[in-house]
């Protein structure tokens, strides 16, 4: 049996048996049939509860004449990922603000969610980042192929006819890497930044923690930061006309 968080074996008490049997109806078997939902899965679910929670808070709370402190936070994170968008993506850059602004608010909180005693950083799971990867990638090359068509093929291939074989082997490479990239970045922060708050508050549960507490969120608001930006940075690159 895995080690399970209070929440993890709370959903699994209550739900494991739907979720193994869901399970094996795709063919699919569970390693622990008592225990299907894993840490990291129920931190995602943990996750996206809040953040419903939040918007129905915040949606229910809007005002246009005495907006509160959480509608203000919203709006002043909305007009900072717009402005970024405007410059970095350009052109009708408004249509990709919902997935950019729904992937930063859920990597931030998952990233925020390992500072709670008693749960996990999601985003320390690799299998987390990789999704997240995984959707930015897919999403990209979506719009990109919807923007342009089949002429978005030709940035695979490069100037020089001669050379196409070779462009287009070093233009797969690099695009796949950047779901290594965006994963390793995210997986290996917060990872770390976990086993260290951990390590310490194991050694000095007083006082000392404090600092690496601080440090751990330092570094989830830059990590949210950065995927958020290489993100708009790859929808630019995909959907930018040439000039």
Known sequence: M?????FTELLNHYLGGLVTAMLRLFGIEP??????????????????????????????????????????????????ISNQASEIIGHDYKRFIPYVMALGYFILVSNLLGLIPGFESPTANVVVPLGCALCTFVYYQFHGIRQHGVHYIKQF???????????????????????LSLTVRLYANMFAGDMVTLAFFSLVPILVPVAFLGLHLGVAIIQTFIFVMLTMVYLGGAVGEEH
Do not use: C, K, T
Request: hydrophobic residues 60%; negative net charge; charged residues 10%.
């Open 31 to 80: 390693q622990y049939a008592s225990a299907p939902i894993s840490n990291a899965v129920a931190m995602e679910l943990l996750v996206f509860a809040l953040l419903v929670l939040f918007f129905l808070i915040v949606r229910a709370r809007l005002s246009v004449e005495n907006p509160g402190g959480s509608q203000h936070i919203v709006e002043m994170l909305q007009d900072y």
């Open 157 to 179: 291939l490069g100037p020089v006819p001669l050379l196409i074989p070779l462009m287009l082997l070093i233009e797969l490479v690099s695009h796949l890497a950047r779901i």
């Open 2 to 6: 895995p080690h399970q968080l209070w």
